[in-house]
């Protein structure tokens, strides 16, 4: 687990997130408390729950993004879910639990990966041999042993030139084509020990490929990795990191607040909530690969809650989410620095794209404050979408400018300056034709 301090936390996603310096504190909090409670007395850590944390704001100002960002910087399980898309027990669709069990896979995907970076020397060791056999095939045989390992020694430095690499040689390799799925109900909660004996009723298949050296080293690879690799290591880890680590961002919350005062209570959104609550406040869910514990996972809800509020929530769900912080709405000043600043700034990104067409873009100090300029007067006279009208405003100022790129090089057109009056050219008549920009923008 990331030991960063709340200060180096905030410091990181500034890199990326502009602004909103009260979320990014609070997200900065909630996971130094989890490295603050392992130093603690076991006795006494198992008494500090999580102090998860609610988001309120309008769409597009950074919610999860401050979150997505938070896990990947701590190397944590990250799950973003929307409430609205679950239905109460006893209903079509997908339950509560489910967002637990799609952590846990990420976590094992994430401890796999790292396993398989810790075994991969032996890994490619292993395949380099099974390809210097399957190049030699039986000529080897015939030989002294001294010849032999002559032979395979030869092979094997024509394999780490490369020069062998677009010859083809047959394979056989696992048949990784998916088996016709048998839906019974429960299958993904069942005992693990179950579900793994039923996984080992089906045969492995096997099939035999004509590749390219290049591409089974890929395919062999993979195979030799996987034999090196303790299954039942990674799940119990995947599972510790779940529990201890693990990110649950819960978008769209609002979205089951039923607001009596407006007279439209809705008693499936109460449900939704019933059945979130004990998840929320710590309870064992079983997947097929185990039980995990919830009690120490951090929540981090976020919703608009245009005509709601955090209040119209059950008060037991609000007790859960006892950080609550507001996101301000986006302005055009707040446009420009997320041109501009950020380490993957969506201009830089442009900038980088189109170099690999050979075409040099620069971007002049007003065409900057146009784009901040046009894209904060959309959002005022359409809906407000916060930062996702920059992407929209960046693709209509080089729609062109990205189609006709190859062509433009090969003219010997290899530099463009965008300037203020090419960004205007290009997006003012969208906004004085609201219909059209409602459509484009």
């Given at each position: 687990?990331?030991?960063l301090t709340p200060r180096q936390i905030v410091s990181e996603l500034d890199r990326h997130i502009i602004g909103q310096e009260q979320a990014k504190r609070a997200v900065a909090v909630a996971v130094r408390n989890r490295w603050r409670r392992r130093q603690l007395d076991p006795e006494l850590g198992r008494e500090v729950v999580p102090r998860n944390i609610v988001m309120v704001g309008p769409t597009g100002v950074g919610k999860t993004e401050i979150a997505r960002r938070l896990a990947r910087l701590v190397k944590a399980p990250f799950v973003k879910v929307e409430a609205s898309k679950f239905t109460e027990v006893g209903y079509v669709g997908r339950d509560v639990e489910s967002m637990i069990r799609d952590l846990l896979e990420i976590g094992i995907k994430m401890v796999r990966q790292e396993h398989a970076?810790?075994?991969r020397v032996t890994a490619q060791a292993a395949v380099e041999e099974r390809l210097v056999t399957l190049l030699l095939g039986d000529e080897s045989n015939?030989?002294?042993d001294d010849s032999h390992?002559?032979?395979r020694k030869r092979m094997r430095e024509k394999l780490d030139s490369g020069s062998l690499d677009d010859r083809e040689i047959e394979i056989s390799v696992r048949?990784?084509?998916?088996m016709p799925a048998i839906n019974m109900v429960?299958?993904?909660q069942m005992d693990s020990g179950m579900s793994s004996l039923l996984e080992n009723l089906v045969p492995e298949?096997?099939?035999r490929r004509r590749v390219t050296v290049d591409r089974a080293r890929t395919l062999l690879l993979d195979e030799e990795t996987e034999k090196l690799l303790d299954q039942q290591k990674i799940i119990e880890q995947a599972i510790e990191r779940s529990e201890t680590a693990g990110i649950v961002f819960i978008d769209e919350i609002d979205k089951i607040a039923a607001n009596d005062r407006q007279g439209n209570a809705d008693v499936s959104r109460q449900g939704v909530q019933r059945d979130l609550l004990p998840i929320v406040e710590?309870?064992?869910v079983n997947t097929r690969h185990g039980v995990v514990n919830t009690d120490q996972i951090l929540f981090i809800a976020a919703g608009a809650f245009h005509g709601t509020s955090v209040s119209d929530l059950m008060p037991e769900l609000q007790g859960r989410f006892p950080i609550r912080v507001e996101l301000a709405a986006l302005t055009r000043d707040d446009f420009k620095r997320i041109l501009t600043e950020p380490d993957a700034a969506i201009t830089r990104q442009q900038i980088a794209l189109l170099d690999t067409e050979g075409l040099t873009i620069t971007f002049t100090p007003e065409s900057i404050d146009a784009m901040a300029d046009l894209a904060a007067e959309a959002n005022a006279t359409m809906e407000n979408i916060g930062a996702r009208r920059l992407m929209t405003v960046m693709e209509q100022v080089f729609e062109e400018i990205s189609f006709d790129a190859s062509e433009r090089v090969a003219e010997g057109h290899d530099t463009l300056v965008i300037e203020e009056s090419f960004v205007r050219e290009r997006l003012a008549p969208l906004l004085q034709d609201e219909d059209l920009g409602r459509f484009v923008l």
């Open positions: 687990m990331s030991d970076e810790s075994v015939d030989n002294t390992e002559f032979v048949d990784n084509t998916p429960g299958m993904d298949r096997r099939s710590g309870s064992a």
